[in-house]
């Protein structure tokens, strides 16, 4: 279709809705990492406030106007109204900066503004990396089966986007619980509210009112001031250099990229299935080039194309709930009102919103793939599970290390590992599962898919690049290594030559899916 005199609105009703979502959801993870940068790496106000969240700032005001321009575009050349990617700071790939690059360097050098250097130094080098994922994010869109892509974001979205939250909701439930109805109906429900009030931000307000009365929200003006976006081409310099000069640290950036242009390719795979075409390699360079702005200013933190279009998508939000966000986030930065906002709003407020977005990604999968394939999205998101349990069983070792326990045992201690299997917990199993869970649930998602659908050499192609990947530790590791043969690696390596070899030596109509539904044509299989 000629979509050439299509007039397309930035700005729809119900991009107001969208907003409060979007907004809440950057919020978060805004407020969550001056908290680390501010009490756990001990980084002055004039770095939180002055050089990170205004760097950040300008990262997402970059990705908004490319964004809205693809959102603009898309709607042109297809004739009919699209949902802009959301866009911002990448949840899991900013905690791996803040504890995996960042913490590293403040632990062993007591340097804060060192930390912050070489932070702003990594994600000028991650963005190259992230952008590079445009030269093979189209092909790997072509291969991947949508169930493998949708159902690792699933697992993302089940763990941390959803249970994390809904458990801040039951940590302080008048307040949660207060928000968290409002949330379900009217956007979980979609059932109109008094005046046509936003869900999300009656539930903010509600759930603010509920903690000022409570004495769990305060109003503070501290931190409040002006905080204009600067380059900072010295310090960013002195970060590389102190990268190269300690290359241990490119063990966990690279990786982390890597994941991260994986999570933009899902999360357009994502849009597609709700019915919004963007293209894949424009988005990846998007996110690395942001990246690489929000580090010349300040910022060490990844941006991507955000996970859970689809729930903007259901809202019925056009481009006018970025351009809002790209607005008024830079606005709170320059000003110091994240600092008031952290104040000024309990996280068990603004929790319910991540649910809903973690409910609307999993609906969606499932509504956009065929149902035999909900196999391959389930095995997908089982990574994601044991990344979890890792995490928080770290969380518990440095908790009961805080509270003054003598004499604790590392995690990975033989002793302890043994300990925990006879007591149920596979220690082992779930930490091989947990690094590169991303991609480890991309990649069975994928090979359950395709040897559903008979298409048995696209999933030992999956089977021998997960061999491959456990060999140098991209997957089933902590870091990056030279190639070395593993349980795991030789184990992808058998399935690979099983899914090469095995169907060659039987009759065609003997490893027929049977089971796929009839009004569906057969693949042949090896295809």
Known sequence: MDGTTYNYKLFARNDFSAFWALFTDNLINLIVLAGVCQFVFNMPAEIVFGRILPGAAVAIMAGVAVYTWLAKRAAARHGRDVTALPYGISTPVMFVYLFGVIGPIYWSTND???????????????????????????????????????????GIALVFIGTVPLATVFEDPFIGFASMIIILWGLVGRFRLPFNIPAGLLALIVGTVVALAMGKASVSFDGVGFYPPVPYIGDLIAGIQHLFANPELFLVLVPVQIYNFIETMNNVESAEAAGDHYPVATCQVTDGVG???????????????????????????????????GLVIPFAAFFGLLAFLNNLIPVAAAAPVLVFVALSLITNTAHSVKTEHMAAVTIAMMPHVSSFLVTKWGSLMGALGATGVEGLPQLGDEALTAALLQQGAHFEGHLALSQGAILTGLIWGAIVASVIDGRFRNAGGFALAACGMSLVGIIHSASLHWPSFSGVSMGYLIAAAFLFIYPQFHKEDEIVNKNLPTDEPQITPGE
């Open 291 to 325: 990246t690489m702005i929000g580090a010349v200013f300040g910022s060490p933190f990844p941006t991507t194309a955000y996970i859970g279009h689809p729930a903007y998508k259901r809202m019925g939000a056009h481009s006018g709930y970025i351009i809002a966000v």
């Open 112 to 154: 804060a503004t060192l930390a912050w250097q070489v932070g702003i130094g990594a994600g000028f080098m991650g963005g190259i990396v992230a952008g590079l994922g445009a030269i093979v994010g189209p092909w790997l869109k072509r291969v991947t089966p949508r169930a493998g892509m949708l159902g690792t974001l699933c």
